[in-house]
């Protein structure tokens, strides 16, 4: 077999060009995950960049290889999201006039982040495709350097020195999770690992509906359409790069598919209960140790959080989300005499069982009931399911027959 494009001497040489520039993210103990999966668990947290990122390891390594011409001329990359922060951030700070094609569409504030970080924007293409499109034409006419978000050697060794931080602070690691999108990561991390312990087991972590590299390793072919919304679009590709393909071929053991709930419950604890933002891309790593625990029963598992670029509302919708599912906020209804204080009465039972009234809702109108009586839907908060059947119990004996709404279907 021929040798591959990226060694471990190239990720020790990005090591060394990147010391001094990016600092060692941090490497933490997860005793909670510990416990669920039986193991001894560190998470990697690449959250803790300046952008928030690992894609800052890549870009500054590719960038810190342009040679006077090229940092004269400019780079030019394809990204709505962190390849566009790590891109712009080191090309500012290093004075390489940088151009970011965007999609159209992309969201106001990861446009403006972009420019304020001295890049040049430019919208183009109503997708990813498109964009990146756009992206090579302009750098062969305006004859700027292509920064490719995964498929180039400098960018996977750039990634790699992720590996060589991680064993260092836990050199008896014996699994390596790792999310995967175009491949860039989990290349550089095998490179690195393998070398360094041969016998250690790198697992690839991709969104179900983005399965391409997951279904390229078992020859089939890589889906062709959109796979639809996905919490962790930072992973959403549906077509890894050539060199990263060969490199995962040969140095990653197995792929693991998560679904969308897995991620979401996974970006949930590790806000909850380690206090860790991360996307839904960072924390894939951590929805496939929640989909198998018992794989990793006895093992000491390091897990590459990614990214922590998550938008703020869709986090807070997320941990709404979750209280839900955990009995913890629900929405009841109640049958009603519409008679003076009957409301007070019911407030008075759901607050003397330390229950708490979020949202009210008093039907008499557009609900089949009879005239003399209402139905009363409560958003409430509760501790736990078992509250709320206590809750619910309560109600019923005070003669306001109750029961739980479980989604929009129960209106």
Known sequence: MSALPVSLADVRRAAAALSGAIAAAPTVAAPVLS???????????ETQHPTGSFKERGALNRLLALDARQRKGGVVAMSAGNHAQGVAFHAGRLQVPATIVMPRGTPFTKIDRTEALGATVVLAGDGLAAAR?????????????????????AVIAGQGTIALELLADVPALDTLIVPIGGGGLISGIAVAAKALNPALSVIGVQAALYPAMYRLLRGEPAATADGG?????????KQPGRITRRIVATLVDDIVLVDEAAIENAVKFLIERQRIVAEGAGAAGVAALFAEPGRYRGRKVGVVV?????????????????????????????????????????????GGLGANIVEVHHQRLFHDTSVKRAEL????????????????????????????LLGAEDN
């Open 133 to 153: 499109r756009a992206a090579n034409a302009l750098a062969k006419s305006r004859g700027l350097t292509l920064i490719h978000p995964y498929d180039d050697p």
């Open 377 to 404: 839907d409560l958003v409430v908060e509760t501790q736990n399911r078992r509250h709320v059947d206590a809750l619910i119990a309560a109600l019923v004996a005070a003669g306001f027959p109750t029961q739980l």
């Open 229 to 237: 919304t996905t919490l962790a679009e930072g992973i959403a590709v």
């Open 306 to 350: 990614s990214g922590g670029n998550i938008d703020a509302r869709l986090l807070a919708s997320i941990l709404m989300r979750g209280l839900v599912r955990e009995g913890c906020l629900v929405r009841l209804r109640s049958e009603l005499p519409d008679l003076p204080g009957t409301l007070a009465r019911v407030a008075g039972i759901v």
């Open 35 to 45: 416990e669920i999966a039986g193991a001894e668990v560190w998470l990697k947290l």
